[in-house]
């Protein structure tokens, strides 16, 4: 039984959306400094430049690879809440602050939902375009 449930292959649209992705991340670190588009607009963005990049890489089923973005945006949240940076003597370090983040907030867990929910309908919507 041949299994092609994990197919490694490169997919050109998905990067480069995943690059474009990244470039508006840097902007928004770099130059806004709201309150609206800095903390939110981020997070929601990362969701879908992982989702990006993963999926520039490897074939995998829409509703897998937006489950396992959500589950490890979850995750690097959560250990916001029990200061893991803290924990692992990174508090001076900047790349970690910004790889890790430094406060937990429930809110963040909303935005990274609504970012993969965006993810799925935009997916399915793609598929369903594809098919007539």
Known sequence: MQSTFIVLKFHIDYFIAAFLLFISEIIIALYLHDSLIRPYGGDFLVVILI??????????????????????AYTI????????????????????KVLLGTSFSF??????????ILVIVAENLRLSLQTL
């Open 107 to 116: 809110t963040d867990l909303l935005v990274y939902t609504l970012g993969i």
């Open 77 to 96: 949240e959560v250990s916001q809440y029990f200061h893991l940076i803290r924990v692992l003597g990174l508090e001076n370090s900047r790349l970690a």
């Open 51 to 72: 989702y990006c990049f993963v999926k520039s890489f490897f074939n995998l089923p829409v509703l897998l690879t937006a489950g396992g973005v959500l589950l490890f």
